[in-house]
Each structure stands twice: as C-alpha cells, then as structure tokens.
C-alpha cells in the first residue's frame, strides 16, 4: 500500500481542537467496539482471492498487505501525530535515527549538499557525516547565525536541517527564516521537534516542510519504547519515503506504535507540567554559588529567549542544562561527575522524555563519539550537565541536586 488514504477515517466534527485529536484521532473502531485503540500484532493480513492479493501489491488497491508496508496500529499513530503537527501524512519508524535515515535516504542522493546545525544531536552529526562516504556532504552551521545558514548554501544545496531547542544547550533557532532561507533556494527545511514536541512547538506553521520524531522521547512519555516519525505532505511521504520504507524495512512496530499512540493522549498535559518544573529548577540552579552556567529557553537570561517565547507558545520546554565550576575541563568533569553520583532520585541515563527526571553528562554520553573538536564547536564542555525534568515534585529535585552541589569547593 502507499499510505492510508483510502482506508477509512474516524468520524470527527470538522475544527475538532488538538487536544481532541491527540485521544480520538485514528482508525474506527473494529466490530467488537473497543474503545481503547486495538493492538494488530500480526506480520501480514488475510486475502479475500488471488486476484484482490495482486491488486494489493500492486498498489491497486488500498489495503494492509504486510506490517513492513503498513500495520493498522501503525496507521493510527500516524494520524494521530500527523493531526497534531498539522501535516497531511505521517510514517512512523523504528527509532528517531531511523527516522533521519529515512528521510536522508528518501530526499538525497549523491552530489546532493546538506546545511545542519553544529548543535544538533551527537548521533545525527555522525550520521551526516557518514553519508559523506555516499556523496552526500553536509556544512555545519552556527544554530543561531541566520547569516551563516545562507552564507553555506550551494547550488547543489537540498535540505537545510535543523534540531531546536539544540540537545543539551537548547539553543533555539529561528524556523520561519531558516524556511525562508531553504525555499528561496528551492530546497526543503527539516525541522527536529523531539524536545518541544507538537504540544509546545509546531514547525508546520513556521514553514517547515518535514518534521522529524524520536518517539521514545515525549511522544511516548515513559521511557518505555523506542520509535520515531517523520510528519510532511501525502506527495513527500507517499512519493519519497513509503517506497524506500519497503525496501529497507526501518519500520515500526505495532507494539511500540500502540504505546505511543496511548502516549499522546497525555502529551500536552505532561509537556506543561514538567516544562514549569524545568523552568522552576533552572531559576533555582542560576541563584546556586557552584553553578556557573545555566540553559533554559524559558529564562530571561537565556539568548534566544524571545524567539523562543514566540515558537514554543510561552514555554520552555521540560529539558534545562547547567555547567558546574571548575578550574580546567579536568575539574569541571570530576565536579559534574560528583553532583549525577549524589543524586538518588534523578535516573542517570542519557534517555529524555520520561515521566521520571533523568540526568546525564554530555560531553561522555550523547556526544561521546565526537571529536573535543566538535564538541567545543557545539559548546559540549566537561563541566555540563543536562536534566531532563520529569513530574517529581521539584522541591525533592532541587534537594537531589544540591547533594553533589554541596560537594562542588570554591
């Protein structure tokens, strides 16, 4: 099949709100009735006759064939986050860098030129640079320095990618004139939503043409799964990335779609919740003596403040970082070290997005594989650390943090 629009939708009013579709939006209930959304666990789906078999896989006829083409559960995340984004189509993946695959695999081929962001996830910047090998190059770019996006453009310039607010520093670049800038030069925008999620963020509206997901993140909420997305138009999707799906098979599964299908209908009331926790604990952490630095969108302090103010819908974001003093990286790092190991309520891991906070030290986990070139370029220093806040009460995460703080020296 090449996507779900011939298979039947649920019937909604017209203008149904958002917060609607994250808990209705889907498929229509099976003949049993089931009012909780059905978990197909199946590989492949049932023919009426030979003739209806070859039309199927033909692409003649719209229907489930095989859970690597296409799985009912899947469809129904799909929807759902399609009608959150605000996009015509959706494909879910099996996992957020799967998710970038995809879409680099869909959208490039060799001679093809990519404008990233130097701030962008560690495992993004490696895989970038791993298509280097296939002809694909990519130019890394200040985050924030509209100049510098459009100074690296080429003629053979395609996509323009962009992760904001960045992993960890939240740095926040300006969608609308980076979409701008890629149209006015016949290429597409990608944007990364995993921190803001569409609950906060919508990069649609911006101008955006692509929006990417790492679905074990927010989407799901409770670090239980592993998936990720990629929202843009029927053309880009059904053209573009579903035949390159059947071939290569990063698909996702029924089971982790269904987890984070139940995950969205919680979505915009857990993304409030722990951004005004985050928000609280960065204040906290900015007055605490051992703390030298501290990021987070939602304070006035931060640089792109009111940039952010404006895409995110007045808020934050759930995910802060902070640099502990300390005189040289060697220091800094035996601090940083000392304040994740004094925690007993923060979840030492570098996952994000769960209910449960959860702390990690940068510059040795998420960007560990980067040169200390790259990272010093994407301001990963040794003394960082990032929180992701969950929904704790945060006075017991400020006493978590001021344990290793306590042992931090002037």
Known sequence: MTRQGGIARVD?????HRDTLAVREGLP?????????ALFLTSSFVHPSAASAAARFANEEEAFVYSRFGNPTVAMMERRLAALEGTEACIGTASGMAAILLLVMGLLKGGDHVVCSHSVFGSTIRLLQDFGRFGVETTFVSQTDVAEWRAAL???TKLLFAETPSNPLTEVCDIRALADIAHGHGALLAVDNCFCTPALQRPRELGADLIVHSGTKYLDGQGRVVAGAVCADE????????????????????FNAWVVLKGLETLAIRMQAQSARALELAQWLQAQPQVERVY??????HPQHALAMTQQGGVGGPVLSFVVRGTGAEAARRHAFAVIDATRICSITANLGDTKTTITH?????HGRLT????QAAGIVQGLIRVAVGLEHVDDLKADLARGLATITA
């Open 362 to 366: 940068p510059a040795s986990t998420s």
């Open 235 to 254: 053309a880009v999707v059904d053209g573009k990335l579903v035949p390159v799906m059947r071939s290569a098979g990063m698909s996702l599964s029924p």
């Open 29 to 37: 209930r099976t003949p049993w009735g089931e009012n909780s959304e």
């Open 372 to 375: 200390e070139a790259q990272r």
């Open 296 to 301: 987070h969108p939602g304070m006035s302090t």
């Open 12 to 16: 909604l009013p017209a203008g149904a």
């Open 154 to 156: 080429r003629p053979n």
